[in-house]
């Protein structure tokens, strides 16, 4: 198993422009120098999560192609964070019509079918748009335990090169199943521990949290 990004990079946050964080894409940009990352990924939410949850359109993510980091040298890209919308398993892919080349994997509550299909939703997606997936979302939350074949998810994913995510947000809010972080660790062949940072503090903080966590289970970092 290999950590992608095992240094000073990180690659799903959101932001107050486009999402639910606190601060701004610049205000996390100086505080990710102050922090000591290199890279990071701006990772807002699709439009179809953004429509459900009623967030309010504060800007135009067309103006990303414009935007430069005119504060230090920090690398910033910008990713969205996908989600899966039915049984057909068609995908939000989108913030306001606006797609990008760098895509997450996800599921949240806007979902229109049975959370006993949570593993069908996974595979089939992957199946039909790994093309345009770069990593998975984190699968190892509770909600999903009883119907995620871990071990099987990892084989789908290894077999067409997609990490899978660490998401240390639903670590320190105790949402992930630890049973399946760590059948994860052991059939995963990539990975990516992300912060899923909603705060700057959250930034700071949370991948150091994951990786004495996976110091504690005797991980090779």
Not at 12 to 26: K, P, R, V, Y
Not at 41 to 69: E, G, M, P, V, Y
Not at 120 to 133: D, F, V, W
Request: glycine share 2%; net charge negative; hydrophobic share 45%.
């Amino acid at each position: 198993m290999i950590i992608v990004n095992p240094g000073n990079q990180d690659f799903h946050m959101h932001s107050l422009n486009f999402s639910d964080w606190l601060a701004t894409i610049d205000e996390i940009v100086k505080f990710a120098w102050e922090v000591w990352l290199e890279k990071i990924a701006i990772t807002d939410h699709s439009q179809a999560l953004l429509d459900d949850k009623w967030f309010a359109k504060k800007s135009l993510r067309r103006i990303c192609n414009r935007w430069r980091n005119v504060y230090n040298n920090v690398e910033v890209i910008f990713w969205v964070e996908w989600d899966i919308l039915n049984e057909q398993w068609d995908i939000c892919i989108d913030i306001q019509w606006v797609e990008w080349d760098f895509n997450i994997l996800s599921l949240h509550g806007i979902y229109d079918w049975d959370i006993q299909n949570i593993q069908l939703a996974y595979e089939n997606s992957i199946i039909r748009h790994h093309e345009k997936i770069d990593l998975i979302w984190h699968p190892c939350i509770k909600k999903g335990l009883w119907y995620v074949d871990m071990k099987r998810l990892c084989r789908i994913a290894n077999e067409y090169n997609l990490p899978l995510e660490f998401d240390c947000a639903y670590l320190v809010s105790w949402k992930n199943s630890e049973e399946l972080i760590k059948q994860m660790l052991e059939y995963a062949d990539r990975i990516y521990v992300n912060s899923d940072a909603h705060t700057l503090y959250e930034l700071k903080e949370y991948r150091k949290i994951w990786f004495q966590y996976l110091k504690d289970l005797w991980v090779k970092i």
